[in-house]
């Protein structure tokens, strides 16, 4: 038998044992190979765990941020002393914020409902089908029903798409009218108060003169009268052009005052020394009961000023033959309460609210013909106001009037710069 030939040198042996050996090598590079590829893989899974960490963060943060200016648009929006109203694409109610609730006298939810629904206003509601149909804004003044004297501006704006054709959201923006009102009321009325009492004086002076010019300068005794009577109208002009300065001053806050704390009957003595005079000629008496080392804090000229004015007043309006009382006691730890009473004829209920008010006069033909320019109770007013005091009036028809006012005694006492 003949055997084939084999490749020379070749031993089987040595082939059978190098086998293990090669899948040993292939083994141990299968496990680098693993290892390797698993911990490329962990490292890629940790990538991805930190990006999607860093992106839960980022849309933590995100909220975090929108909600933090969503929250300090609310305060705004709720802070805002114009009331606001947002209609969505359907005009119905999508907010509407704190001062428009006040101004509107709402209390119940009004979200979801329309304009005429919420507040019965037709005119708003009608304004606000306006604006949609026409694209553009608009304003309206209303008076509110219910709440007299109100008056609220409101404008009106629409938020179109970005190709401007349709409405989106319309924004409703009240403002209150019914200050500004008030002061033009009260400007219209000072003015024509002024007026009068300006134009009395100068065409009583323009009377006399024109009658002194043609002839009666040549009658001695006619030209004597009538030249004492333009002179007391000419003080009165004087008078009153002096008392709107001080009220002007007192108002504005650019009167300085000087406070000390000093005793308060001295201070009475004096105007009541002052006054005599006057009370003598109508047989009114003037008593002090101011009690002796009462002290107050006050600035001592414009003090003068306020007893001068209250005890002035009881002298001209007092019965004749009457008391003129200055009285004043401590109404608390810090607190002096002031009274100047009289026995006249007294206040109506009426008008003792508004006796304080420039002009104002509960007897207009009587205080004209006193002389007085209708604005001594208001410049009292605005001093004792100026000292952190108050002022007010008591009275009965045919018993008299108390004028009171309050002032502080102790040396630490601040007065207010706040007019009311």
């Not at 401007?164 to 200050?179: E, K, N, P, W």
């Not at 004492?228 to 108002?251: A, Q, V």
């Not at 650019?254 to 020394?273: C, I, K």
């Not at 008008?351 to 006069?361: G, L, N, P, S, W």
Request: charged content about 25%; hydrophobic content about 40%; glycine content about 8%.
């Amino acid at each position: 038998m003949v055997k084939p030939a084999g490749r020379a040198g070749f031993n089987p042996e040595q082939e059978s044992s190098m086998w293990p050996s090669l899948v040993a090598v292939l083994l141990v590079g299968a496990a680098l190979f693993h290892l390797r590829w698993k911990r490329r893989c962990e490292a890629l899974a940790r990538s991805v765990e930190l990006l999607k960490q860093d992106a839960r963060e980022s849309a933590a943060a995100h909220e975090d941020d929108m909600a933090r200016s969503h929250a300090e648009q609310a305060v705004l929006f709720e802070s805002m002393t114009e009331g606001v109203i947002v209609l969505d694409a359907s005009s119905r109610i999508q907010v509407a914020n704190a001062a428009v609730r006040q101004l509107l006298d709402v209390t119940m939810d009004i979200r979801g409902q329309t304009v005429l629904e919420a507040f019965r206003l037709g005119d708003l509601n009608a304004l606000v089908e306006r604006v949609r149909k026409e694209k553009a804004g608009a304003s309206i003044e209303i008076e509110l029903p219910g709440l007299a004297g109100r008056t609220l501006e409101v404008n009106v704006a629409a938020v179109l798409s970005p190709n401007r054709r349709l409405v989106q959201a319309v924004i409703l923006v009240f403002h209150d009218l019914t200050r500004l009102n008030e002061l033009e009321y009260t400007r219209q009325e000072f003015v024509a108060n002024v007026s009068h009492e300006l134009r009395t004086p100068l065409s009583l002076i323009k009377g006399y003169v024109e009658t002194l010019i043609e002839g009666a300068k040549d009658d001695p005794a006619v030209a004597s009268k009538f030249l004492h009577t333009i002179l007391k109208h000419t003080d009165r002009l004087t008078y009153l052009i002096e008392d709107l300065l001080i009220l002007s001053k007192l108002e504005s806050g650019r009167e300085a005052l000087n406070f000390q704390r000093e005793e308060f009957r001295p201070l009475v003595e004096r105007v009541v020394e002052e006054l005599q005079t006057a009370a003598s000629s109508r047989q009114i008496a003037l008593v002090n009961q101011v009690p002796a080392e009462l002290k107050v804090r006050m600035d001592v000229n414009r003090m003068h000023q306020v007893l001068m004015n209250l005890m002035d007043n009881g002298i001209k309006y007092g019965r004749t033959g009457g008391v003129v009382t200055v009285t004043a006691r401590k109404a608390g730890d810090d607190l002096v309460e002031v009274g100047v009473q009289d026995n006249g004829q007294g206040i109506p209920v009426e008008a003792q609210d508004r006796v304080f008010e420039r002009f104002f006069r509960a007897e207009k033909a009587r205080s004209r013909e006193q002389g007085g320019t209708g604005l001594g109770l208001s410049i009292v007013k605005h001093i004792v106001l100026s000292h952190g005091g108050k002022v007010w009036v008591t009275s009965e028809i045919g018993r008299g009037s108390t004028f009171y006012f309050t002032l502080q005694g102790g040396e630490t006492a601040t007065p207010s710069d706040q007019y009311s």
